[in-house]
C-alpha cells in the first residue's frame, strides 16, 4: 500500500474551512466522551537555539471514522529573522489503526494554521454572542489569517481590528482581506475592545488589558503553549469565565499558566473543558445556566485536533487525486 505525500499546497487544497470546523468539533465530543488515547504532549526544550521540539500523538474514533497520528512540531520565535522561516514548522504522519499503515506524511505547518484557526471556530461558535460582528486580532502572523478565516465562517464578521507590532505585518493582512471586510490597523486596547478577540502572540508579559474588554467579549487565547507565556491581565482572567482544552496542558502551559503558578487562580475558575460543552454536559452562551459576560478560550492545541484535521486533508486528497504517492512501507513478510 502507498503513502501519499502532502506538500503545503496540497494540505491548503484538502483543508476546507467548513469541513475542518465539523472534524475539530468531533475531536472535542470525542474528547469529553472518552473515546480518545491522547498521551501528553512531549517537549525537547532547546534553549541554546531558543526553540524546542514537541511530539504530539494520538488516537480518536469519531461517529463514523477513526484514525491515529503522530505531529512533530517545533517552536522557534527566531526563525523569521534568523533564517527567513516560520517559527512553527510541523510534520504529521497520520496512520490507519487497524494495521499501522502510513497513509499520509503531510505538511504539519499549514494542518497546525488551519486546524488551531478551526478550534477557535469550535470555542466561538459556543461562546460569543449570537450577533458578534466585530473581530479583533492581536498578532498579524501567519495564523491570524486562519483565524479570520475560520471564525467568520461561524459569524457574521464585518470588521476586524487588527494589531502588531510590525508594520509590514499589518500591511499584508490588510492586503490579504481587505476587499472581504473592513480591516483596520488598531492598538491591542482597541481589538479587546470587539465582539471577538484572538491573541495569537508568543509573548510572557500580558497585553491585553483588563479595563479594554467589552462587556460580552469572547477571547480566543491561542499564544500561550509553553510555560511562561501569557497575553491576557490577570485580573480579567480572574473576572472572566474560563473555558480549556484540556487541564493537564492549560495549568502547565496555557493562558492560565502563569497566574495558576501563582495560586491566583484554581480549580474553582474554571467553567469547564470545550469538549463538555460541545456535547452539552455544559451550557453555551445564550443557553440557560451558559456563561454571561466576559468568556476566555485557553487553546494549547491538542493532538486529536491534528488527527481530525489530517482526516479532512486526507480523504480530499483522496477523492480528488491530490498528492504524491509513494512506496513507503516494506510490505514484505
Not at 255 to 279: F, H, K, M, R
Not at 302 to 331: K, N
Request: hydrophobic share 40%; net charge negative; charged share 25%.
Amino acid at each position: 500500500m502507498e503513502t501519499l505525500l502532502l506538500d503545503p499546497d496540497d494540505v491548503s487544497a484538502g483543508a476546507h474551512t467548513s469541513e475542518l470546523i465539523v472534524a475539530v468539533e468531533e475531536a472535542f465530543a470525542a474528547y469529553e466522551r472518552g473515546d480518545i488515547k491522547m498521551p501528553a504532549k512531549s517537549y525537547i526544550d532547546l534553549p541554546e537555539y531558543n526553540g524546542d521540539f514537541r511530539s504530539m500523538p494520538a488516537y480518536m474514533k469519531a461517529d463514523d471514522w477513526d484514525a491515529a497520528g503522530i505531529k512533530w512540531v517545533n517552536v522557534h520565535p527566531d526563525n523569521p529573522d534568523d533564517h527567513d522561516l516560520p517559527t512553527v514548522l510541523g510534520t504529521m504522519i497520520y496512520s490507519d489503526p487497524t494495521n499501522a499503515v502510513p497513509l499520509a506524511i503531510m505538511d504539519g505547518t499549514t494542518l497546525t494554521r488551519k486546524r488551531t484557526g478551526a478550534a477557535a471556530a469550535v470555542a466561538t461558535d459556543h461562546l460569543a454572542v449570537a450577533d458578534a460582528s466585530t473581530l479583533g486580532i492581536i498578532g498579524a502572523g501567519v495564523q491570524s489569517y486562519t483565524q479570520l478565516e475560520a471564525i467568520s465562517e461561524v459569524r457574521d464578521i464585518e470588521t476586524v481590528v487588527v494589531s502588531d507590532l510590525r508594520e509590514e505585518a499589518i500591511e499584508r493582512f490588510i492586503d490579504r482581506f481587505g476587499d472581504e471586510f473592513d480591516v483596520r490597523e488598531g492598538s491591542p486596547a482597541e481589538a479587546a475592545g470587539c465582539d471577538i478577540l484572538s491573541t495569537v502572540t508568543p509573548v510572557e508579559h500580558p497585553i491585553v488589558p483588563d479595563e479594554a474588554v467589552g462587556e460580552h467579549t469572547h477571547i480566543n487565547a491561542m499564544g500561550a503553549d509553553a510555560p511562561g507565556k501569557h497575553e491576557i491581565e490577570d485580573a480579567l482572567l480572574q473576572r472572566a469565565t474560563l473555558v480549556i482544552d484540556d487541564y493537564e496542558q492549560c495549568t502547565h502551559s496555557g493562558e492560565i499558566n502563569v497566574p495558576w503558578s501563582q495560586g491566583l487562580l484554581t480549580d474553582e475558575d474554571i467553567y469547564g473543558e470545550l469538549g463538555a460543552i460541545v456535547t452539552d454536559a455544559l451550557p453555551a452562551r445564550g443557553e440557560e445556566g451558559g456563561p454571561t459576560g466576559v468568556t476566555v478560550f485557553d487553546s494549547t492545541g491538542l493532538a486529536i485536533q491534528d488527527v481530525a484535521a489530517a482526516h479532512v486533508v486526507y480523504e480530499q486528497a483522496t477523492d480528488r487525486d491530490i498528492g504524491t504517492p509513494f512506496q513507503l512501507v516494506d510490505t514484505r513478510v
